[in-house]
């Protein structure tokens, strides 16, 4: 259901029903993908100045379309963690890895691993 304020067959409610089929699609739970549509709604709501109230943020921030668009599809590597490197490199035994940055980690990982 989308939140108040959304009439029936406008162009908010098709959006609420397309975010919401999409996190579902994504495993999300029916509960989470909803708060997650109505959330994005509401913020689009807001940045066109169709809801009555908005919090300066909601009006200036990125929007959700945009922001989402921004990390789909980089050519980032999207490796592990810092703190997966870091708890590997504690089991293999690595020397000195509480000083190191998330690119020597990474490399030494891989460099015990061989």
Do not use: C, W
């Amino acid at each position: 259901m989308p939140p108040r304020g959304v009439k029936k067959g406008t162009k908010r409610a098709r959006q609420y029903a397309h975010v919401k089929q999409s996190e579902l699609d994504q495993g999300r739970s029916e509960s989470k993908a909803e708060e997650i549509a109505a959330r994005t709604v509401n913020k689009e709501r807001a940045r066109h100045g169709e809801a009555k109230t908005s919090s300066r943020l909601s009006r200036t921030d990125i929007s959700s379309s945009r922001r989402g668009g921004l990390r789909s599809g980089t050519g980032r590597p999207k490796g592990r963690t810092f703190a997966q490197l870091y708890n590997e490199a504690r089991t293999l035994g690595i020397d000195g890895r509480s000083s190191m940055r998330k690119a020597e980690l990474e490399r030494a990982v891989d460099r015990k691993k061989k």
